[in-house]
């Protein structure tokens, strides 16, 4: 089955086209952060304004090259995320099935970022399956026994993951968002030394994430006391030192699911997957197969909301023509 994805739950537009869960035929992303940059963070009603435009010129690319007519069913995301972007992409994805003559159905922000990691790796997923799902808004281990079947075994008590790198970045000045850039500057650090706490909430998977952002800028502050400003050396230590705190409570809490759930397979996906040191631990750390897609894949995208439908078999449903947004959709809605 031929599929269009269409994502925009945040400040990116997402469109692909996904044949059979695993060839993507057409992936293209149009982000907006260069436009939310100046304001240190997304603001809603300009990043639905911006998906009425981006969302209206990818799907004319795919028009101008003939694709259009390949489509036999649109997913679009339908929650969680910003109740206007939601709105304009659903919207959009209504109008486009009608004039098509095509299924639509409303897909899982969350879970897509889960299915993402079947599109270049079919073959090695088995179940059942320990994802850690890690955005800007998510930090979540979810059991999978099968596609479908999703247990939810842990999530962040307060901040997000991928929320702590930009609320970190934006206090030391970097752009937005904070996660790349502070991936980057930890590889150039010449101390690679962690001194900040990590968090562990005994006798739980849950994370906690907002101590540490206070901790990180409580030190932060004290070094700008101490030296006047920050130099480029010292922003590099920083950021390796609150970077490895994050990820050792990742893998932390990864690995006591793993032990207690007995996985088949590991699958790390969400923006902060992205992070290079997250990645290699887990990899280098891990018995049993990691999966973790390629970073395009694991910030929002369209292929990932094709790949949800697919692999949830969601068309077997009667089409939504009638669906609505669901800004706040849990992962086991
Ligand atoms: O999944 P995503 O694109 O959007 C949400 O659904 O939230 O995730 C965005 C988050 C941002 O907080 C961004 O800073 C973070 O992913 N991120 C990273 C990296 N690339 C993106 N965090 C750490 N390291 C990265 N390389
Ligand atoms: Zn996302």
Known sequence: MIILGIESSCDDSGIAILEDGKNLLHNKIYSQTDIHASFGGIVPEVAARQHVSSLGNLIQEIKDLNMLNLIQGVAVTKGPGLAGSLLVGINYAKSLA??????????????GHIHAAWIENQEEIEFPVIALLVSGGHSELVLMKSHKEKILLGQ????AAGEVFDKVARFMDLEYPGG?????????SKSKTRTLPVTNIKDTLDYSF????????????????QNGQLDDNLIND?????????????????????????????????????NSHLRTRIKNESTIPVIIPSPKLCTD??????AAAFYENSFSKESELDLDVFPSLKMTD
């Open 98 to 111: 009608y004039a098509l003559n095509v299924p639509v159905r409303g897909i899982n922000h969350l879970t």
């Open 156 to 159: 962040t008590r307060d901040d």
């Open 180 to 188: 790349p850039v502070i991936d980057k500057r930890s590889q150039l």
């Open 210 to 225: 907002s101590g540490l952002k206070t901790s990180t800028i409580k030190y932060i502050s004290k070094i700008i006391e």
């Open 238 to 274: 920083i950021c390796y030192n609150f970077q490895d705190a994050v990820v050792e409570q990742l893998v932390i809490k990864l690995n006591m699911a793993v032990e207690e759930y007995e996985p088949k397979s590991i699958i790390v996906c969400g923006g902060v997957a992205a």
């Open 301 to 306: 995208n369209g292929a990932m909301i094709a």
